[in-house]
């Protein structure tokens, strides 16, 4: 139920990556420049505890659940709407003997009666547990999960001042190149929103179970890490998730970038002329071609303005 893979196969959203930005600070530049690797992180240290870590939303609590669960399957087996039901489950394999008796005797006999009752609530039962157990292989994915986040853009006065140490910091800008096969080329965009996203609903998982309308529980697997809450909407962030085949003590992981990835460098309006070099310095012995942008506080506008730095 729970994706396996080492990392996600490129273009699984079907969007084509653009040009993605890389927020930091001079120390960690030079580490980067130095090694050739990033870190990847653990979401367990995010600053927004709400990012990643959340359990899966199933929108309902147990009695909830249970209740609804319960309407849904009566109303399956009792009515004499046609429902897509896979003959071969075991449980469809019940609902269906229910349904004939029914069918058969015009009404509910109280012994059939009492069969349904039992039947729809072992059902609910077992739809509940299923989504425990599914939280529970979630958190066990969360702490092998590690991620590398990335932005559409490279002039954002707020992240330059989150996590370019006030402006003293650098932007990367890596052009992502799919030939390259890196993980760099499996990033996908946050997508988000005002509420967290539902996993499925027990009406969703109801009509898997019974073979009416299949869950592809893998793509939802994919898919749930890169909902975020709309106030971080204007970080335009991409993300690159992998996940490590078994649990590790330490909280991130490194992971080469190649150099042909790394396209220019964007120096912070108030980084130290030293530390500039150094950069410059490093970059230079990594990719030879990397192209380099100084910015400056824009006159008309709160905003960033960036003109290329000659050597």
């Given at each position: 139920?729970?994706?396996?893979?080492?990392?996600?196969?490129?273009?699984?959203?079907?969007?084509?990556?653009?040009?993605?930005?890389?927020?930091?600070?001079?120390?960690?530049?030079?580490?980067?420049?130095?090694?050739?690797?990033?870190?990847?992180?653990?979401?367990?240290?995010?600053?927004?505890?709400?990012?990643?870590?959340?359990?899966?939303?199933?929108g309902?609590?147990?009695?909830?659940?249970?209740?609804?669960?319960?309407?849904?399957?009566?109303?399956?087996?009792?009515?004499?709407?046609?429902?897509?039901?896979?003959?071969?489950?075991?449980?469809?394999?019940?609902?269906?003997?229910?349904?004939?008796?029914?069918?058969?005797?015009?009404?509910?006999p109280?012994?059939?009666?009492?069969?349904?009752?039992?039947?729809?609530?072992?059902?609910?039962?077992?739809?509940?547990?299923?989504?425990?157990?599914?939280?529970?292989?979630?958190?066990?994915?969360?702490?092998?999960?590690?991620?590398?986040?990335?932005?559409?853009?490279?002039?954002?006065?707020?992240?330059?001042?989150?996590?370019?140490?006030?402006?003293?910091?650098?932007?990367?800008?890596?052009?992502?190149?799919?030939?390259?096969?890196?993980?760099?080329?499996?990033?996908v965009p946050?997508?988000?929103?005002?509420?967290?996203?539902?996993?499925?609903?027990?009406?969703?998982?109801?009509?898997d179970?019974?073979?009416?309308?299949?869950?592809?529980?893998?793509?939802?697997?994919?898919?749930?890490?890169?909902?975020?809450?709309?106030?971080?909407?204007?970080?335009k962030?991409?993300?690159?998730?992998?996940?490590?085949?078994?649990?590790?003590?330490?909280?991130?992981?490194?992971?080469?970038?190649h150099?042909?990835?790394?396209?220019?460098?964007?120096?912070?309006?108030?980084?130290?002329?030293?530390?500039?070099?150094?950069i410059?310095?490093?970059?230079?012995?990594?990719?030879?071609?990397?192209?380099f942008?100084?910015?400056?506080?824009?006159?008309?506008?709160?905003?960033?303005?960036?003109?290329?730095?000659?050597?």
């Amino acid at each position: 139920m729970f994706l396996t893979d080492n990392y996600y196969h490129r273009g699984f959203m079907n969007q084509k990556i653009p040009k993605l930005y890389k927020y930091t600070s001079s120390d960690t530049a030079i580490k980067i420049l130095k090694s050739g690797n990033v870190k990847y992180s653990s979401p367990l240290i995010f600053n927004d505890p709400f990012d990643f870590q959340s359990e899966l939303r199933f929108g309902n609590e147990k009695d909830e659940f249970i209740k609804i669960a319960q309407n849904i399957i009566t109303d399956i087996i009792c009515s004499r709407k046609n429902y897509d039901i896979n003959p071969s489950d075991e449980w469809g394999q019940s609902i269906l003997l229910l349904k004939k008796l029914i069918l058969e005797d015009g009404h509910c006999p109280d012994p059939v009666k009492e069969t349904i009752d039992q039947v729809i609530n072992d059902f609910a039962l077992m739809g509940h547990d299923t989504f425990n157990k599914a939280n529970e292989n979630w958190k066990i994915n969360l702490s092998k999960s590690r991620v590398f986040c990335l932005s559409e853009v490279n002039d954002s006065i707020l992240m330059w001042s989150h996590y370019s140490e006030c402006h003293t910091g650098v932007v990367f800008e890596f052009d992502i190149k799919e030939e390259l096969d890196t993980f760099f080329s499996t990033a996908v965009p946050i997508i988000y929103k005002s509420d967290p996203p539902f996993f499925i609903t027990v009406e969703q998982w109801i009509e898997d179970l019974i073979g009416h309308n299949k869950i592809d529980y893998k793509k939802l697997n994919r898919e749930y890490p890169y909902f975020k809450s709309d106030v971080w909407s204007y970080e335009k962030e991409w993300r690159v998730w992998i996940i490590l085949p078994e649990v590790e003590q330490k909280e991130y992981s490194f992971y080469s970038i190649h150099p042909q990835e790394l396209k220019s460098i964007y120096f912070g309006c108030k980084i130290n002329i030293e530390e500039r070099k150094k950069i410059i310095d490093s970059a230079l012995s990594f990719n030879k071609n990397i192209t380099f942008y100084q910015a400056e506080k824009a006159i008309d506008k709160y905003g960033l303005n960036f003109k290329e730095f000659l050597l």
